[in-house]
């Protein structure tokens, strides 16, 4: 069975880093393409940052520069380290896995908050 449980959100000011971490089970992360979702109040869900199987690695326009994405095999974990936050950036994080080019697994998310 497919879970993915995420952790790591939570109140921070603006200028501050987080780092999220999206804890897999039921597949290995290593064999998959997986994303890191946001979804502010009132806005669209939009994908922040992926990170195929062979290892290759999308930023939105909006977090390139300061927010990574990996994974550790050996822990079947995958992260996004967020740095420089702006209010801007406030949100619920979900990570997803990617089936066949669709995201067909979801975490329930975590929340971010960027005070000013």
């Known amino acids: 069975q497919v879970q993915l449980v995420e952790s790591g959100g939570g109140l921070v000011q603006a200028g501050g880093s987080l780092r999220l971490s999206c804890a897999a089970s039921g597949f290995i992360v290593s064999g998959a393409t997986m994303g890191w979702f946001r979804q502010a109040p009132g806005k669209e869900r939009e994908l922040v940052a992926r990170i195929s199987n062979g290892g290759s690695i999308f930023y939105a326009d909006s977090v390139k520069g300061r927010f990574t994405i990996s994974r550790d095999n050996a822990k079947n974990m995958v992260y996004l380290q967020m740095n420089s936050l702006t209010p801007e950036d406030t949100a619920v994080y979900s990570c997803?896995?990617?089936?066949?080019?669709?995201?067909?697994?979801w975490g329930r998310g975590t929340q971010v908050t960027v005070s000013s």
């Open positions: 997803a896995r990617s089936v066949s080019s669709i995201y067909k697994y």
